[in-house]
């Protein structure tokens, strides 16, 4: 056990998006294994809350109001971090925004907005924090994609998009750390359905009632705790896993995606019909 | 001395039935406040333990006193119980448990229930209790904490407010265990151990009555934070109340109140009311006389000349 909290006791965690749903209950997590928290998020509020409760629980705290669309900002961060801090062990890149709106009725600014944040968000914060995390000796990345980063979803373009391409980016960091023999272990999260903000903070294309959508997400589809999937992450870190799949619904899809890839759109398209999350107007709900 | 506790996993394991079984908004609360009376007698007091019913304001209390040491400071401590159901005896336990680790009383009120007695009859009740504690008992304003659980800490929470904005008076301390100080906030999960959604709605709208939402004395956490004395502010990590908790504990650190803020892991909503029972809670009562106790040596005489 004391060999299991070495993973984290005294080593320096950044997780952006700290303000709420599985960015909280990661840090709140591991302050309680003893880490020393660097957290941002885009809205100060959500963050004051986190770094409290990782406080009761004697962990030392920085807090930095970060938004990852800027590059510029990420970059200055991560330096910052390293300086404060003296190292810089594992990033939870988990900073994400939803979004619902069918192919043709989105924007195409919908779509860069999410991969603003999903996608470039990421990429900015590995590659600002990649040189200290190797610098480190003992480095982790871990990347929040998705259940729907593994399978498809209607209305979900966008989202599925961003989530597939962070996936993918991960995997590729991974290999290349394995193949340079680097200190990095990388690994890709794809949690199912868990009730944090991250659906009630959703847009929604034009016409569309994003709280309603968000409603009945939440009432159908949200099946977990932000707890429970800070404490699956947690343990996919501790035992170096490349890929952490969090509930037993997001494990059967992601088999299914396996075992028939193009019988598993057929069975996403049905089930988007079965929960009702936005029936497209004049057809069935 | 010591009476026998039950671990804690099987406290949760016998508790959870129970309250979901009675925490419900079809039965009779008249029905509700009977068993939990019921059920509180098989919790045992820490021996030595003396009590003395008195009158407080008009309502009925009790005066808790265990190990009394003589120091200044007592404790007027407001029972939970969603406004509508609870007492005294349900929270005896807590009280007598309160009273041997601060080593002061702990008077007991038996406020005005919701729905007969919707906001602010609970914390008119306990405003005018800390009066009569200080008129009748002779204790001085600043020598007397507020301390309550659950709804109990959202009264100690306005009580605290009203008698700092209308009265002068700055109690010596509050201590807020799983307070519910926003009964308007909707949590996100469905249940705890102790407490459901559709239980707590019920009792908000029992305690709002014909009043309004956005009333300080209904919702303490959305008035005046300003000028609180030191505050002990718990959680349980898994309770419904958790995230209006915190953001409570932020406002009050925002607003300039010294905040000790704690988390317990393993504990559940209020469980410092089974600290007969349950070792772990016992510790958290233990923990927060601590707080209180540091308060009131405070404002003793004796350290203020040594300071």
Same mark, same amino acid.
């Given at each position: 056990?004391?060999?299991?909290?070495?993973?984290?006791?005294?080593?320096?965690?950044?997780?952006?998006?700290?303000?709420?749903?599985?960015?909280?209950?990661?840090?709140?997590?591991?302050?309680?294994?003893?880490?020393?928290?660097?957290?941002?998020?885009? $809205?100060?509020?959500?963050?004051?809350?986190?770094?409290?409760?990782?406080?009761?629980?004697?962990?030392?705290?920085?807090?930095? @109001?970060?938004?990852?669309?800027?590059?510029?900002?990420?970059?200055?961060?991560?330096?910052?971090?390293?300086?404060?801090?003296?190292?810089?062990?594992?990033?939870?890149?988990?900073?994400?925004? &939803?979004?619902?709106?069918?192919?043709? @009725?989105?924007?195409?600014?919908?779509?860069?907005?999410?991969?603003?944040?999903?996608?470039?968000?990421?990429?900015?914060?590995?590659? *600002?924090?990649?040189?200290?995390?190797?610098?480190?000796?003992?480095?982790?990345?871990?990347?929040?994609?998705?259940?729907?980063?593994?399978?498809?979803?209607?209305?979900?373009? $966008?989202?599925? &998009?961003?989530?597939?391409?962070?996936?993918?980016?991960?995997? *590729?960091? @991974?290999?290349?750390?394995?193949?340079?023999?680097?200190?990095?272990?990388?690994?890709?999260?794809?949690?199912?359905?868990?009730?944090?903000?991250? $659906?009630?903070?959703?847009?929604?294309?034009?016409?569309?009632?994003? &709280?309603?959508?968000?409603?009945?997400?939440?009432?159908?589809?949200?099946?977990?705790?932000?707890?429970? *999937?800070?404490?699956?992450?947690?343990?996919?870190?501790?035992?170096?896993?490349?890929?952490?799949?969090?509930?037993?619904? $997001?494990?059967?899809?992601?088999?299914?995606?396996?075992?028939?890839?193009?019988?598993?759109?057929?069975?996403?398209?049905?089930?988007?019909?079965?929960?009702?999350?936005?029936?497209?107007?004049?057809?069935?709900? | 001395?010591?009476?026998?506790?039950?671990?804690?996993?099987?406290?949760?394991?016998?508790?959870?039935?129970?309250?979901?079984?009675?925490?419900?908004?079809?039965?009779?609360?008249?029905?509700?406040?009977?068993?939990?009376?019921? #059920?509180?007698?098989?919790?045992?007091?820490?021996?030595?333990?003396?009590?003395?019913?008195?009158?407080?304001?008009?309502?009925?209390?009790?005066? #808790?006193?265990?190990?009394?040491?003589?120091?200044?400071?007592?404790?007027?401590?407001?029972?939970?119980?969603? /406004? %509508?159901?609870?007492?005294?005896? %349900?929270?005896?336990?807590?009280?007598?448990?309160?009273?041997?680790? %601060?080593?002061?009383?702990?008077?007991?009120? =038996? /406020?005005?229930?919701?729905?007969?007695?919707?906001?602010?009859?609970?914390?008119?009740?306990?405003?005018?209790?800390?009066?009569?504690? #200080?008129?009748?008992?002779?204790?001085?304003?600043? =020598?007397?904490?507020?301390?309550?659980?659950?709804?109990?800490?959202?009264?100690?929470?306005?009580?605290?407010?009203?008698?700092?904005?209308?009265?002068?008076?700055?109690?010596?301390?509050?201590?807020?265990?799983?307070?519910?100080? =926003?009964?308007?906030?909707?949590?996100?999960?469905?249940?705890?151990?102790?407490?459901?959604? +559709?239980?707590?709605? +019920?009792?908000?709208?029992?305690?709002?009555?014909?009043?309004?939402?956005?009333?300080?004395?209904?919702?303490?956490?959305?008035?005046?934070?300003?000028?609180?004395?030191?505050?002990?502010?718990?959680? +349980?990590?898994?309770?419904?109340?958790?995230?209006?908790?915190?953001?409570? +504990?932020?406002?009050?650190?925002?607003?300039?109140?010294?905040?000790?803020?704690?988390?317990?892991?393993?504990?559940?909503?209020?469980?410092?009311?089974?600290?007969?029972?349950?070792?772990?809670?016992?510790?958290?009562?233990? =923990?927060?006389?601590?707080?209180?106790?540091?308060?009131?040596?405070?404002?003793?005489?004796?350290?203020?000349?040594?300071?």
């Amino acid at each position: 056990m004391t060999q299991d909290n070495d993973v984290f006791a005294g080593k320096v965690a950044v997780i952006t998006g700290a303000g709420s749903g599985i960015g909280q209950a990661l840090a709140v997590e591991l302050a309680g294994r003893g880490a020393r928290l660097a957290l941002s998020d885009v $809205a100060s509020d959500g963050l004051e809350a986190t770094a409290m409760r990782c406080q009761a629980r004697g962990a030392e705290v920085a807090t930095d @109001r970060l938004d990852v669309t800027e590059r510029a900002a990420v970059l200055a961060y991560a330096d910052d971090v390293r300086a404060r801090f003296g190292a810089v062990n594992q990033i939870y890149n988990n900073a994400g925004i &939803a979004f619902y709106g069918e192919v043709d @009725r989105q924007h195409q600014k919908d779509i860069e907005r999410v991969f603003d944040v999903n996608f470039w968000g990421v990429v900015a914060s590995i590659t *600002a924090f990649l040189p200290h995390l190797i610098e480190s000796g003992d480095g982790h990345v871990i990347t929040v994609s998705s259940l729907f980063g593994l399978i498809t979803f209607p209305g979900q373009s $966008a989202y599925n &998009a961003s989530k597939f391409a962070v996936r993918g980016f991960t995997e *590729a960091l @991974r290999q290349e750390m394995l193949v340079g023999r680097y200190p990095v272990r990388v690994t890709c999260v794809h949690p199912g359905g868990i009730r944090t903000a991250v $659906a009630r903070n959703a847009t929604a294309a034009e016409g569309l009632d994003a &709280a309603a959508i968000a409603r009945k997400f939440d009432q159908r589809l949200a099946l977990h705790s932000p707890e429970m *999937a800070a404490r699956a992450i947690v343990n996919g870190v501790r035992r170096r896993r490349a890929r952490v799949v969090i509930g037993a619904e $997001a494990r059967a899809l992601d088999r299914l995606a396996r075992l028939t890839p193009v019988g598993s759109q057929r069975f996403g398209a049905l089930l988007s019909r079965v929960v009702a999350i936005a029936p497209r107007p004049g057809t069935r709900p | 001395m010591r009476a026998p506790t039950i671990p804690l996993p099987l406290a949760r394991t016998l508790l959870r039935p129970l309250y979901r079984t009675i925490f419900r908004p079809r039965i009779p609360w008249r029905v509700q406040r009977a068993v939990l009376n019921g #059920v509180a007698r098989c919790q045992p007091l820490p021996t030595g333990t003396l009590r003395r019913p008195l009158v407080l304001g008009e309502r009925a209390a009790e005066r #808790v006193v265990a190990d009394h040491d003589g120091g200044s400071g007592a404790v007027l401590y407001l029972h939970g119980g969603g /406004y %509508t159901v609870g007492s005294i005896g %349900t929270h005896r336990s807590l009280a007598a448990h309160l009273a041997k680790r %601060t080593r002061r009383p702990v008077y007991l009120l =038996d /406020y005005r229930l919701a729905p007969e007695h919707p906001c602010p009859a609970a914390v008119v009740d306990a405003v005018e209790a800390f009066l009569a504690m #200080v008129v009748d008992e002779g204790h001085s304003p600043g =020598d007397i904490a507020l301390a309550g659980d659950s709804a109990g800490g959202g009264i100690a929470l306005a009580a605290a407010q009203w008698l700092i904005h209308e009265h002068g008076m700055t109690p010596a301390a509050l201590a807020l265990i799983s307070p519910w100080s =926003d009964p308007a906030f909707v949590p996100v999960r469905r249940r705890d151990v102790v407490v459901n959604r +559709a239980w707590g709605f +019920a009792c908000a709208g029992a305690y709002l009555g014909d009043g309004d939402a956005l009333d300080w004395r209904y919702a303490p956490a959305q008035g005046d934070l300003c000028g609180l004395p030191p505050t002990y502010v718990l959680a +349980a990590e898994e309770e419904i109340l958790r995230d209006q908790i915190v953001e409570l +504990a932020v406002a009050l650190r925002r607003s300039g109140t010294t905040v000790r803020y704690v988390e317990s892991p393993r504990l559940w909503h209020a469980a410092q009311a089974q600290a007969g029972l349950v070792r772990q809670a016992a510790d958290s009562v233990r =923990d927060i006389a601590g707080f209180l106790t540091i308060r009131f040596l405070q404002r003793s005489p004796k350290c203020r000349t040594l300071t």
